[in-house]
């Protein structure tokens, strides 16, 4: 039998980011417990506790007891930003209030975003810049990150920035909100591969992230003319200036330093070996 490493929490288990990471959590020996309202499935191999990051008191049975705790659940593309604002602000306020009270001990892993940086960064954005963000779901997650960091918990929060590969389709989906911004096809994204959340997951609850916020991002900011060439679509070029080179685009230095390296480098190698 496999030696159990420890009990996780996982909010978000069922969305886009979790149901691709939990099975890679207990393949690799961890018991993971899953935040669900309702009866709602969770991935195989996981525990379902039901709670609610609206309602304070339901979230005690989930965290006593975790070492580690990963918040996934986020609202994203939404026109109601009051949801937003509930869900990504409020929700992480209560789980980190559950947090301290029942698994004081616990490392507090957040994911945020890179969309948090100024859109006039005069480089790709590093952690330490001040933030700038443009609209209601980076703003809420930059509102929560602070609210972490004075929790007095261990935390980590890790930035990340295009997700994608495992088929969950988030690349096919790229082209229209690519086209409805009205993006330069010359600007270049940040990305990481869902294969490699994993691999930043894992250094966090290893320890290497506490206290720490952190850049996850692949080897290769790729043009957006290039990933809708990818995902089918061809985009209108250009040759008229690029404004805001660096915006979308985050400094994984950090990253590296700490000895994150990602599996799948680049989007291209994603397509190679069958990734997508």
Known sequence: MKELLGTILVTGGNGLVGTRLLPRLINAGFECRVLVRGKKQVPAGAISVEGDLFEPASLADAVKGVSAIIHLAAVFR??????????????????????KIHAPQSRFIFASTSHVYNIDNPYPGREEDEVAPQHAYPASKVAAENEL????????????????????????????????????????????????????????????????????ADEAPTTLYELLKLAGNAMESSSEP????????????????????????????AIQEGLL
């Not at 685009?249 to 680049?266: E, W």
């Open 78 to 99: 939404s026109p109601d930003t009051d949801l937003i604002w509930k869900s990504n602000l409020e929700g992480t306020r209560n789980l980190i209030a559950a947090a």
């Open 149 to 216: 960091r004075e929790s007095e918990l261990n935390w980590s929060i890790l930035r990340f920035p295009f997700v994608y590969g495992d088929g969950d389709g988030h690349l096919e989906a790229l082209p229209q909100h690519v086209i409805a911004a009205k993006f330069h096809p010359a600007m270049r994204m940040s990305t990481i591969h869902h294969r490699d959340i994993y691999t930043a997951v894992q250094m966090a609850l290893d320890g290497i992230m506490d206290n720490s916020t952190v850049n996850i």
């Open 242 to 269: 690029l404004i805001n080179p660096w915006y979308l685009h985050s400094d994984s230095s950090l990253a590296r330093s700490l000895g994150f390296q990602p599996v799948i480098r680049t989007v291209y190698q």
